[in-house]
């Protein structure tokens, strides 16, 4: 009532092979699945950290690129803020180019500049500048001899001040010298509608002002005074040949 079944060789290999891969599959794909994700994973977590360090250098490089772009804007508006204080000798012109400076560059809309009179007894105004014609006291004298804490302090040390300061309605001031002695100050009261406060790169041309816009002044004042007495010595030894 019994026999054997006997079954062909490759089917048998056959079924051995599907019970392997059964096992396999049962025992050994999940982990190797779970190890090739983790490694999948962690190169994935790699390549996004270098891509934010990527975005982040390039941040870096446009922040540096926009100072580097920022001072060379800078030093281009010292250079002509130099070179046009001293590209003339003609006092008004001289005078003509401080007022531009400190209103377009500086953003001064109220401003006065006082330099040393010849005898050392007071300042006199030879800059004024202000929108409704009115300069607060003690300035809106034809002589400053004194009366404002920030601004004589300013005189007597040569240092920028800041204001505005109880008693005093000056917003800055700055010392002028030539050759390192102080010959007068520029005093700002108001600043232009448009600019809530002074920005650190003012610093700068306030510096530049300082030290270039008094030396421009005298200059062209020892100028303008040679040149007319040189004139008047030509007119005279002219009158002399004719006579």
Not at 33 to 43: G, H, T
Not at 81 to 98: A, F, K, M, N
């Amino acid at each position: 009532m019994t026999s054997q079944v006997s079954l062909p060789l490759w089917l048998a290999l056959i079924m051995g092979a599907l019970a392997l891969w059964a096992v396999v599959d049962r025992l050994l794909i999940p982990g190797v699945r779970y190890l090739m994700r983790r490694r999948f994973n962690r190169a994935i977590d790699e390549l996004n950290q270098r891509l934010t360090d990527a975005e982040t250098d390039r941040e870096n490089l446009l922040e540096r690129l926009r100072e580097r772009e920022q001072q060379m804007g800078r030093l281009m508006t010292l250079y002509v803020t130099t070179y046009q204080l001293h590209c003339t000798l003609d006092p008004q012109e001289v005078q003509s180019t401080i007022v531009d400076i400190v209103i377009n560059l500086l953003g001064a809309e109220s401003f006065v500049l006082f330099l040393r009179s010849s005898d050392s007894t007071h300042y006199e105004p030879v800059i004024v500048h202000t929108t409704d014609g009115l300069l607060p006291p003690p300035f809106d004298q034809d002589r400053y001899q004194g009366g404002d804490q920030l601004v004589d302090a300013v005189l007597a040390h040569g240092s920028l001040a800041f204001g505005p300061v109880e008693g005093s309605p000056v917003l800055v001031a700055v010392a002028l010298r030539v050759q390192d002695v102080i010959v007068g100050t520029m005093v700002v009261f108001r600043l232009l509608a448009h600019k809530d406060a002074l920005l650190h790169a003012d610093l700068e041309l306030l510096d530049v002002i300082g030290s270039h816009a008094a030396s421009a002044l005298v200059a062209s004042r020892l100028y303008a005074n040679m040149s007319r007495k040189l004139r008047t010595l030509e007119e005279l030894i002219s009158l002399v040949k004719v006579g």
